[in-house]
């Protein structure tokens, strides 16, 4: 059983997926989970989940509220609590995924692919210039990626300088530091559910004043983008490319024109 999303979907790419018999609210990728019971989001009932009767619980350790979590392990059902707060624990998690659920050579193999992919952006980004750039989780009120999270990780590997990298976890920001300081590039998650929320912000909210109205922004798939897993790695090449060409555009308008 899975309670987070991102753990859904690493049981899915480690070839696993068939063993899930209960997964979080919002487990939505791959589409085969979209079938799978329910067992709540991320404070989940731990008497629903014990009902399950599962073998092994994967649960996060930076999203999922440790009570049910403490629940479950007095109750003796088995507890694999992993961490989605770098991109070096996401590839961390799914290896351990993997072994416990008896699958470890996929678990080594999809972690040595990202790994190697991950690899590739760096070397790509590396000598670029590094726009200020700023990744809002949430519109409003505004709500960023800082310091130690897996979200910090794909912008500096991108090639970006986080403007919040003084700031740790995940930091409101007011509306008056949006309107003043200096963003050159503004990430956003984009999904069916969020765009609405994004399109007030950007008209009227937070997002339609000052410096911020400057920067270019770069929507990316939001539970891509949002989840500790493997299609971050994904995400991370997205972002990669998108600055490339950004910076190309630039080079090629010359001074006069930036």
């Known amino acids: ?32 989970a979209r079938s799978i019971p329910r067992v709540g989001g991320l404070d989940v009932s731990a008497e629903r989940v014990a009902s399950m009767q599962p073998d092994l619980v994967l649960a996060s350790q930076d999203g999922n509220a440790r009570g049910p979590v403490l629940a479950l392990e007095a109750a003796g059902i088995p507890v694999l609590a992993v961490s989605g707060g770098s991109l ?28 190697s992919r991950r690899q590739a952006v760096r070397a790509r980004a590396a000598g670029r210039p590094h726009p200020r750039a700023l990744l809002l989780v949430w519109p409003d009120p505004p709500q960023a990626a800082g310091r130690g999270t897996f979200l910090d990780d794909v912008l500096a590997e991108s090639g970006a300088e986080n403007v919040l990298k003084g700031s740790a976890g995940w930091p409101l920001v007011s509306a008056e530091f949006l309107a003043t300081a200096s963003v050159d590039v503004l990430v956003i998650p984009d999904s069916p559910q969020t765009r609405d929320a994004y399109a007030r912000a950007f008209a009227s909210g937070p997002l339609s004043r000052g410096a911020i109205t400057k920067a270019h922004v770069v ?3 939001e539970s891509s983008l949002t989840r500790p897993g493997p299609r971050v790695f994904e995400v991370l090449e997205q972002l990669e490319a998108s600055l490339a060409k950004d910076q190309r555009r630039k080079e090629e308008r010359g001074p006069r024109d930036r």
């Open 88 to 115: 070096d624990a996401v590839l961390d998690s799914i290896r351990r995924i993997a072994a416990r659920l008896g699958r470890a050579g996929e678990g080594e193999r999809l972690a040595a692919s990202l790994a």
């Open 1 to 32: 059983m899975a309670l987070a999303p991102n753990l859904t979907e690493i049981v899915f790419a480690v070839g696993a997926g068939s063993s899930l018999v209960g997964v979080s609210e919002y487990s939505d990728y791959p589409e085969a």
């Open 219 to 221: 929507r990316l798939s």
